[in-house]
C-alpha cells in the first residue's frame, strides 16, 4: 500500500505536461552555456574552468586558511612539544600525534615522533593552529597538491608538514640545550 505523506506536491497543469518544465530547463542550461561562449569567444574569462594540476585556481577566496606548516626552532627541531592541543580542539579529529621523550632538552622535554594530519577529514576550521601555545603549527595560503585518488595519500606526515614551506620563526623562543652540559650526580 502507498504511503500518503502529509506534505504531497500538487503538481499543477503546467507542470504535468512536462514538456514545458523540459524547455525551460533547457533554455536556463543553453543561456548558460552560450553566454560563456560568447565570452571566450571575445576573450574575456568565461566559466571558470582550471586544468589541474598544471593550473591552479586564481580564484581562492581571500579567506582561505590554506595547508598546514610545522614550525622549526632555532636548532632545527620541530617546534612542538606535544601537548596534543591541537588533537584535543579537532572537531574532525583530523590530527594524530605520537609523542616521544625529549630529554636532551630540558625545557622542551616531549617532542612528536609521529605528527599526521589526515586531509579527507581536515575541515581548515584553524582551530588548531589557535589552540597552539607554542606557535608550531600555522597554516599557509598555498595548497599544493591537495587532491588524492586515495584516502592513504591524503595523510599529510610530519615530514611534509616541516618541509613543504619551511618557517623558523616560531613567536614562542626556547634557549638552546647546552652543549657538553655535565651532570652533577650526589
Known amino acids: 500500500m502507498k504511503k500518503d505523506y502529509w506534505n504531497k506536491p500538487t503538481l499543477g497543469l503546467w507542470e504535468r505536461l512536462y514538456l514545458p518544465e523540459v524547455v525551460r530547463g533547457l533554455s536556463i542550461t543553453g543561456g548558460v552555456f552560450f553566454g560563456n561562449l560568447w565570452k571566450w569567444l571575445t576573450f574575456r574569462k568565461g566559466a571558470l574552468t582550471a586544468y589541474y594540476p598544471e593550473e591552479t585556481r586564481a580564484d581562492y577566496s581571500p579567506v582561505n586558511r590554506g595547508r598546514h606548516v610545522l614550525t622549526r626552532?632555532?636548532?632545527?627541531?620541530?617546534?612542538?612539544?606535544?601537548?596534543?592541543?591541537?588533537?584535543?580542539?579537532?572537531?574532525?579529529?583530523a590530527i594524530e600525534i605520537l609523542s616521544r621523550a625529549d630529554l636532551?632538552?630540558?625545557?622542551?622535554?616531549?617532542?612528536?615522533?609521529?605528527?599526521?594530519?589526515?586531509?579527507?577529514?581536515?575541515?581548515?576550521?584553524?582551530?588548531?593552529v589557535e589552540a597552539c601555545p607554542e606557535d608550531a603549527i600555522r597554516m599557509a595560503k598555498e595548497v599544493p597538491d591537495f587532491p588524492g585518488f586515495d584516502r592513504e595519500n591524503m595523510w599529510a606526515t610530519q615530514d611534509l608538514l616541516l618541509g613543504w614551506q619551511p618557517a623558523g620563526d616560531p613567536a614562542k623562543k626556547y634557549p638552546a640545550p647546552a652543549a657538553g652540559r655535565e651532570e652533577v650526580h650526589p
Not at 612542538?80 to 574532525?92: D, G
Open 104 to 128: 636532551e632538552h630540558p625545557t622542551h622535554p616531549k617532542a612528536p615522533e609521529r605528527f599526521e594530519i589526515d586531509y579527507s577529514r581536515c575541515i581548515f576550521c584553524g582551530f588548531c
Open 73 to 93: 626552532r632555532d636548532g632545527g627541531e620541530v617546534q612542538c612539544v606535544s601537548c596534543n592541543m591541537c588533537a584535543t580542539i579537532c572537531p574532525a579529529y
